[in-house]
């Protein structure tokens, strides 16, 4: 076991970045929109905006078990996470509005925590893929 491990330490940073799943997959927003790219990278840019925002709206939504805005904040960052292919927190954020307007707040916590890991993740991630649209087009 501990060899393994040791194999693992010794792989480079990149290949295992490489070798994790992707959370983001914009290529469908890139074929409706005809590879405008430099809306892309508005999008892309609003949602970096708005995810913060939104997560902490909702910890304190649930800290405070005021389950209508938690569930308003799901559901506004649910559409932004659709459009850019964010699936994995599209559909953390349809089960966070599910749970909030069933009124379960104890299946809550953990699914918010969670949900605000993976969206901190995507935003690392989109901000990394930001570059490729940022040719303005005419």
Known sequence: ????????????????????????????????LGGDLAFIGRLIDLFADVVPETVRAMEVALAMEDL?????????LKSSAGILGVHRLHALLSEVERLAE????????????????????????VSRLRPRYSQETS
């Open 102 to 125: 069933a009124g379960q707040p104890a299946r809550l916590a953990p699914l918010v925590d969670e949900t605000v890991a993976t969206a901190a993740a995507a935003v690392d991630e």
């Open 1 to 32: 076991e501990q060899a393994a491990m040791g194999r693992a330490a010794a792989i480079p940073a990149e290949s295992l970045e490489s070798a994790q799943p992707h959370l983001v997959d914009l290529s469908n927003l890139e074929a409706d």
């Open 68 to 76: 209508p805005s938690l569930s308003s904040a799901a559901h506004k």
